[in-house]
């Protein structure tokens, strides 16, 4: 029985899109009224061959069901593993926590079907912690997106009663969380911006041959000029302009868009500092343009606009998102006391903590779903 009012040791574990990694963080956390500290918090990356075979499966590459299942065993056991190293870098034991929450990996995300990996009973019976996972399938069953479900634990963690506040991740996707002051969870918006790192990275990895996943620092567009005519292309990209609710993955920014944007630059003989810059600015430009049309618009305009993950590790995309939006501040999470990295696993033990307790995880106005409905399937 997981108990309101009692303190707990929890532990979230996320990979998002980017498939960079298993973020893992163990908490300490009282429900409600919510109070929550990160005790520890570290990412496993994935191997090399452990990230190919994830990102083949992701990018729709022809695959078998054995290697499927495979995949999804495989993965249940590098984020079991990935528990047993966080609790022996914490020196906390396993005995010691209540739960996990795995998020797993996605491998397959659209209207209609959501497909995460990584099965949830290796987690448990290697570690011996009951653990939530499949979070997804519940949501979408009731009529919803299925995403984004991060929102549910910003609007509990960051709301504030006199102020409203904006929270955006970039991930390997943009996604924004707007909670107006002292509001009900049915006025919170969030959606999916469009790219986040994801098209950045991809068209890194093309330039260094595989060699590199990421722009450091965004050392390389800070380098390059951005070319306006294909940014202003580029922006016209339907999903970017689409109105929500809306969630968007790989099936949109994956490897065909990098190609269609590589084959772009070649043509108008962009340097490769000039085309990190050119994509560095879409990602800042479509966050900062879907805020305006489809947040501040119609809403009392927040102070700031605080950052979380990898994305707020690359300066030029900080910069240019600063510049996008002169009515506010930008602030990295890790400034307002929120590990920047460690935000959606927190999320997601949060999450499965609400599961545990039997509450209504959704917010339905959020994801477009019917009603609300709890999350999760539970592995003892
Ligand atoms: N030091 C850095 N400089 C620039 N970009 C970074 C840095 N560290 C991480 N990133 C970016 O963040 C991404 C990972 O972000 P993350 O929040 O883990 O995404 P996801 O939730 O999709 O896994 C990396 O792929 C990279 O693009
Ligand atoms: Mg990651």
Same mark, same amino acid.
């Given at each position: 029985m997981i108990r309101d009012n009692s303190y707990y040791y929890a532990v979230g574990l996320m990979s998002g @899109?980017?498939? /960079? +990694?298993i973020d893992a963080a163990l908490i300490r956390i009282r429900l409600r009224p919510l109070k929550l500290r990160l005790h520890t918090f570290q990412t496993y990356p994935y191997g090399n061959a452990l990230q190919s075979r994830v990102l083949a499966a992701a990018e729709g590459q022809a695959t078998t069901t054995a290697e499927l299942a495979a995949l999804h065993d495989d993965l249940g056991e590098v984020f079991a593993q990935a528990v047993l190293k966080l609790c022996r870098k914490a020196k906390v034991?396993? +005995?010691?926590?209540a739960w996990i929450g795995s998020h797993g990996q996605t491998v397959f995300h659209s209207k209609q079907h959501t497909l995460q990996l990584a099965e949830p009973a290796i987690i448990a019976q290697k570690t011996g912690v009951k653990t939530v996972a499949d979070f997804r399938p519940a949501d979408m069953a009731a009529g +919803?997106? &299925?995403?984004?479900? @991060?929102p549910y634990f910003n609007y509990h963690y960051f709301r504030q009663p006199r102020q409203a506040v904006l929270f955006q991740n970039i991930g390997g996707i943009g996604n924004v969380t707007y909670i107006p002051a +002292?509001?009900?969870? /049915?006025q919170v918006i969030a959606f999916d911006t469009g790219p986040g790192n994801m098209v950045m990275d991809g068209v890194m990895r093309a330039l260094s041959g595989g060699s590199q996943h990421y722009d450091k620092g965004g050392d390389l567009a800070a380098q390059g000029n951005v070319h306006e005519e294909l940014l202003k292309n580029w922006l016209t990209d339907g999903f970017i302009k689409q109105r929500p609710p809306k969630a968007c993955g790989r099936e949109q920014y994956g490897a065909a868009f990098v190609s269609d944007i590589l084959k772009q630059a070649k043509a108008h003989k962009l340097t490769e500092a000039d085309l990190l810059a050119t994509v560095t600015a879409l990602t800042a430009e479509s966050i900062a343009g879907n805020c305006r049309r489809f947040i501040f618009k119609q809403n009392k305009l927040p102070a700031e606009m605080i950052v979380g993950g &990898? &994305?707020?590790?690359n300066k030029t995309l900080m910069k240019i998102l600063a510049v996008a939006l002169p009515e506010l501040n930008v602030v990295s999470a890790d400034e307002r006391g929120l590990n920047s990295d460690a935000a959606e696993a927190i999320a997601f033990a949060f999450l499965a903590g609400e599961t545990l307790a039997g509450r209504p995880n959704n917010l339905s106005s959020v994801t477009g779903a019917k009603r609300s409905c709890v999350l999760g399937k539970i592995v003892y």
């Open positions: @899109t980017s498939m /960079d +990694g034991s396993l +005995g010691q926590l +919803g997106l &299925g995403a984004p479900l @991060t +002292g509001q009900h969870p /049915d &990898g &994305g707020c590790k």
